[in-house]
């Protein structure tokens, strides 16, 4: 069962959707998934359609609302990568966060729901990710190829809930001596799990995407699967 909800801003400036995806028997656990730049787009529902299927009630945010609502972007184009480029490019960080706050205290409530919240999110919104596992009280996250978390090291400190991330050690967004920093500076923080796919590019585990490996998706979201079974199942 897939629909979409209103999540009011905590700031009073309106409004944004979410697409829900639920369990057939309308319970579970709260998985909040996190955009690329491409917006809730068919690879996002379907992620939630997927959580869903695994017992997970799935809530995906627009987080690119305040710039235009309802972006919907695959990745075959170049036109269609320049448009995602100009929404990644003027994300308001700080305003996102806040909406992801507002999304978590939505999904702590939302009928059906645990009261168990985990968050994952891939590219962009693995960055997110991995400050909402700083930001917010979310029980258990997972980050896919998180760009720039190389300069939110310092924020290690405030993750004190389960962080899983996956590093493609042959990220074209995220090169070896960013990858170096990040398994340095996290490696003293025991909340935080680190594995490397050898031979992989950025968005490795995007379904349909151009750098789609099987093998290590698999892995991946294996990982990820039992991960989510520990922390929010449990």
Known sequence: MADYIDIKATDDSGS????????????????????????????????????????????CPDLFWRMK?????????KEEWDEAFYYFQNFNHVKGMQDIAATVEVARNIKGGSGKVGAVGYCLGGLLAFKTSAETDV???????GVGIDTKLDDKNKITTPLLMHIAEEDGFV??????RIRDGLSDNGNITMHSYAGVDHAFARPDGVNWNGEAATLANTRTATFFEKYLKG
Not at 175 to 180: L, P, S
């Open 175 to 180: 090169d070896k001596d960013a990858q170096a």
């Open 139 to 145: 029980d258990a996250a997972v980050c896919y190829y």
């Open 69 to 77: 609502p309802g972006v919907d972007i695959s990745d075959k184009t």
């Open 16 to 59: 944004f959707k979410a697409y829900v995806a639920t369990p057939d028997n309308g319970k579970g656990p709260v998985v909040i998934a996190l955009q690329e730049i491409f917006g809730v787009n068919e690879g996002m529902r379907q992620i939630c359609d997927d959580l869903a299927r695994d017992g997970y009630i799935a809530i």
